[in-house]
């Protein structure tokens, strides 16, 4: 349904709320409610407005532009979708997984050491266990070139350290790439990290998922149930100052990050929707699987309300498309009527021109066989006859009543 917003309110409201809080109002997304703000020319609050205003500061409000193109403007909002019984179904079974998980007895187990992992963390492992190596060895090589005399690093270039360097620069995470990546670990917890993964895999296939692992996404993928879940892990880093020693010989202040040992496991379900579980330092992750798989039930419910949803949405719009459909049959129709009544129309008027002009020729006969008549000129009877049978079949009277049609 379309919805209409007039500048005046929508300002106050944006001053008034956190975009995000409206938006949700409106049915639109964050994004979706600045474009309209722009469109009417509305300054939102800038970052850091709402923390200040939390804070119990002061803060003035940018004035409302006294210009603007427009005063209101419309957006369509989609109805929100009925409840059904597929709704009440997925809540007593979600509360089903959740007494499952809650159960000793379904507790998931991570084992620390392997010699076989499930097929989606194998080629991770790999690759990930290569990384490692390469960027130990890169270390050592460091450690060995620190140990170099000043004259002998000036005359050689030393051992490859490039990885050791792009690890640190990286937050000291692994693999050192900007791409999306299933897991992103230090080297102390790279071990720990794939064990927990692997654990979840494993569990994820006992719970009747189907687990894979998507080398384009970067991510492990877990399908079943009615949901489709993308699953990745990192680790928690912290930001950290140090002095460093410019090239002008100046000391000056250099932020770097290391890693925390804190590990994060992410379940995405589309784009921006993301459910994290972090483990804290009471709470180890290995402890908190059931606690996890926990939430990966909920994401599935949230999965198949977004195919209904999405269901929802095509009925709509088969249903407005069938309308659409049905108003443009009825439109041509009406036009073919309205094209065959001013057709008939036209004709008709073309009859009466046609009438009129054969009862102007009978009426010119006439006058001339009067005037032939008062000379005597018998001649021209033949003329007379031939003239009045050229108005006979100019008249449209004749034809209407050879056709069984009243004449008009």
Not at 110 to 119: L, N
Not at 181 to 191: D, E, G, I, K
Not at 210 to 236: A, C, F, P
Not at 305 to 323: C, D, F, P, V
């Amino acid at each position: 349904m379309w919805q209409t917003i007039k500048r005046e309110e929508l300002y106050e409201e944006v001053w008034s709320v956190p975009i995000v809080q409206l938006a949700e109002k409106y049915g639109l997304s964050d994004n979706g409610l600045r474009k309209v703000c722009k469109r009417l020319n509305v300054p939102i609050p800038w970052r850091g407005y709402w923390a200040k205003v939390e804070a119990g500061h002061k803060v003035k409000k940018t004035p409302l532009p006294t210009k603007a193109e427009r005063t209101t403007t419309e957006f369509w909002r989609a109805p929100k979708r009925e409840r059904t019984v597929a709704d009440d179904a997925d809540v007593e079974w979600l509360k089903g997984r959740e007494a499952f998980e809650a159960d000793p007895a379904h507790a998931i187990e991570v084992i620390a050491t392997r010699k076989r992992w499930h097929a989606a963390i194998a080629p991770l492992t790999e690759a990930l266990e290569q990384e490692a190596k390469k960027v130990e060895a890169s270390r050592k090589a460091q450690e060995q070139y620190d140990k170099w005399p000043e004259w002998r690093k000036q005359r050689e270039m030393g051992p490859d350290r490039m990885a050791w360097f792009w690890y640190q620069n990286a937050g000291q995470l692994l693999p050192a790439t900007r791409h999306a990546t299933v897991a992103r670990l230090s080297l102390a917890q790279l071990p720990r990290g794939l064990a927990i993964l692997n654990a979840v895999a494993v569990a994820a296939v006992r719970r009747g998922f189907v687990v894979t692992l998507d080398d384009k996404k970067g991510r492990i993928v877990l399908e079943g149930h009615g949901g489709e879940l993308e699953l990745r892990m990192s680790e928690k880093t912290e930001q950290k100052t140090r002095k460093v020693k410019r090239y002008d010989g100046k000391m000056a202040d250099e932020q770097y990050r290391v890693p925390t040992g804190r590990l994060r496991l992410y379940v995405e379900r589309g784009y921006g929707k993301v459910w994290t579980l972090e483990e804290s330092a009471e709470s180890a992750l290995e402890m908190r699987l059931n606690a996890f798989f926990a939430g990966v039930w909920k994401q599935v419910v949230l999965c198949r309300e977004k195919s209904r949803e999405e269901e929802a949405r095509r009925s709509r719009e088969a249903a407005l498309a069938a309308e659409r459909a049905e108003a443009a049959r009825l439109e041509h129709e009406a036009a073919a009527r309205r094209a065959a009544e001013q057709k008939r129309r036209e004709a008709l008027l073309e009859e009466v021109a046609a009438w009129r002009r054969a009862n102007e020729l009978r009426a010119y006969v006439a006058a001339v066989k009067e005037a032939a008549a008062l000379r005597g000129d018998e001649a021209v009877s033949d003329w007379v006859e031939w003239a009045l049978g050229v108005a006979s079949q100019m008249d449209p009277v004749g034809e209407h009543e050879r056709s069984g049609v009243a004449a008009i």
